[in-house]
C-alpha cells in the first residue's frame, strides 16, 4: 500500500509521525534492511522469512514530511 500511496503516518510509541515511504530496492539498501532485521531479530524463528529475496526487494525507506 505505502508504494501506491507514499504519504503514510507511522506510529511509534505513541506518536504520529508523518513520513514518505521510498522504494529503495538497491543492493545497499537491501544489505543495511537485512543487517538491521538480523539484529533485531536474530533469536526469532522468523528470521529467515523475513530475508527472502523476494521479500527484500520490497525494501522501503522512510523519510520525515
Known sequence: EALANPEVV???GGS???ARAVHTPDPDSIAAASAGL???????PYLESMIRDE???ATL???PR
Open 61 to 63: 525507506r522512510f523519510e
Open 38 to 44: 538480523q539484529r533485531k531479530y536474530a533469536d526469532s
Open 10 to 12: 507511522l506510529h511509534v
Open 55 to 57: 521479500i527484500l526487494e
Open 16 to 18: 504520529a509521525l508523518p
